[in-house]
């Protein structure tokens, strides 16, 4: 049998939020490659192998798939929210760049709900207008680069989602992160912390940015801040589809 | 019985990508609103009255939905994608906001897979580092803040995600956001043009900037501009996590 390497989306946390495609893909798979606790989400069975592996070796996941799929397994890659933003899609292009062997591998991309968009509904809708997603861990880029994304979709007016706003080993980037937004933004903007997303312990925070303080946000959380036109209508915050 | 107001994404187009939770809306629903080709994505049954409207109606549609709400009906207003992201969720916090007196109403949104992740997937992962999404359609806003906002996307070397690239009534505004790509990003960028994302009729095409023409794009396509480190590798397009 051919093997076949999907990354597919497990969502934020719900099972009600997993695709119906995702669901199949897991059903028929042999393998199942991930981050501890996403492996975790899936139901052991006879004939599915379960890998889970611990953050930071991406790359060695990815080049398991690839070899696991080279030798005829019909490999699933998991992540959370979606493969495609910050987690598993590219790196496994980035594998598969490096390691020009597995070219002809059959690879399929299954989207998911990433958080921003789970927190944004349980919020109302502050993505409603144009916005960016930045994730604040400075591992792969320079701090250099993060500031200037902050900086530029300030000045562009755009709302702004923020994945990994916090961990242990930088707890000055989020702080760095307030200071920037308070040089280039108004003291009433809007931000919401969203921690853990369509889980039990989901928790829905919205404050200003004058309010905002650094301990806000962990690595559950998922940070979105709101344009200049954002605004509270009862418990909800909502950007307006036009300008103001 | 007490009325609800549920906000829910059908995702871009084909039923494996709908969630659990969203069909579990529908099935509970006794009114389900929305424009015309969303509302013909639901099945008829007994008890199900659906309200199908044309485009440029939002408001119109949102206040229904209020109103039925309120009279003690299970309201689902339907979106295309994710109803958070250039769709119905910010019409019915608009409508809430001019029309206090629906202000108790039990309003729920339920996020979807939005047309610019599906692409990305169908592609490979063009978004998977720091992105945007802009709406390039200026009814509701004006052309000025459109280029601005390019411009800060393009000077923070985010990739970028156009949604409603180009109509009948807008045909240059396409044309004039090439001609600021073209200002602010060397030729070699990547361009995804993705139509129809998980129909039948599903088209992905990748040209370099300079290779990019105005008709590439109509209203069934989502437009992902790489960032600068964007890169083919075998028939996928992708962005590397790290910065280069």
Same mark, same amino acid.
């Given at each position: 049998?051919?093997?076949?390497?999907?990354?597919?989306?497990?969502?934020?946390?719900?099972?009600?939020?997993?695709?119906?495609?995702?669901?199949?893909?897991?059903?028929?798979?042999?393998?199942?490659?991930?981050?501890?606790?996403?492996?975790?989400?899936?139901?052991?069975?006879?004939?599915?192998?379960?890998?889970?592996?611990?953050?930071?070796?991406?790359?060695?996941?990815?080049?398991?798939?690839?070899?696991?799929?080279?030798?005829?397994?019909?490999?699933?890659?998991?992540?959370?929210?979606?493969?495609?933003?910050?987690?598993?899609?590219?790196?496994?292009?980035?594998?598969?760049?490096?390691?020009?062997?597995?070219?002809?591998?059959?690879?399929?991309?299954?989207?998911?709900?990433?958080?921003?968009?789970?927190?944004?509904?349980?919020?109302?809708?502050?993505?409603?207008?144009?916005?960016?997603?930045?994730?604040?861990?400075?591992?792969?880029?320079?701090?250099?680069?993060?500031?200037?994304? /902050?900086?530029?979709?300030?000045?562009?007016?755009?709302?702004?989602?923020?994945?990994?706003?916090?961990?242990?080993?930088?707890?000055?980037?989020?702080?760095?992160?307030?200071?920037? /937004?308070?040089?280039?933004?108004?003291?009433?903007?809007?931000?919401?912390?969203?921690?853990?997303?369509?889980?039990?312990?989901?928790?829905?925070?919205?404050?200003?940015?004058?309010?905002?303080?650094?301990?806000?946000?962990?690595?559950?959380?998922?940070?979105?801040?709101?344009?200049?036109?954002?605004?509270?209508?009862?418990?909800?915050?909502?950007?307006?589809?036009?300008?103001?």
């Amino acid at each position: 049998m051919t093997g076949t390497l999907t990354i597919a989306g497990l969502g934020p946390g719900s099972e009600a939020m997993v695709t119906p495609e995702v669901s199949q893909a897991l059903a028929e798979a042999t393998d199942v490659i991930g981050y501890i606790p996403y492996v975790a989400r899936v139901a052991e069975r006879p004939g599915l192998t379960l890998h889970p592996s611990d953050n930071r070796v991406e790359l060695d996941r990815a080049l398991l798939a690839l070899d696991l799929a080279a030798k005829g397994a019909q490999v699933v890659v998991v992540s959370s929210g979606d493969p495609g933003v910050f987690a598993m899609a590219s790196a496994v292009f980035e594998a598969l760049e490096a390691n020009p062997e597995y070219t002809d591998t059959d690879i399929r991309v299954l989207p998911g709900i990433t958080a921003m968009l789970a927190a944004a509904a349980a919020a109302g809708a502050p993505l409603g207008h144009d916005f960016c997603a930045i994730n604040l861990s400075d591992n792969l880029k320079p701090w250099e680069m993060i500031e200037n994304r /902050l900086r530029m979709a300030a000045r562009g007016d755009f709302a702004m989602a923020f994945y990994n706003p916090r961990s242990k080993s930088r707890p000055e980037g989020f702080e760095k992160t307030l200071s920037i /937004l308070r040089e280039e933004c108004e003291g009433t903007r809007l931000i919401t912390f969203a921690r853990a997303v369509s889980t039990p312990d989901q928790a829905i925070h919205t404050v200003t940015l004058s309010e905002a303080t650094p301990d806000m946000a962990d690595m559950r959380t998922v940070v979105i801040v709101g344009n200049s036109a954002t605004r509270r209508v009862g418990r909800y915050v909502y950007t307006p589809r036009s300008a103001s």
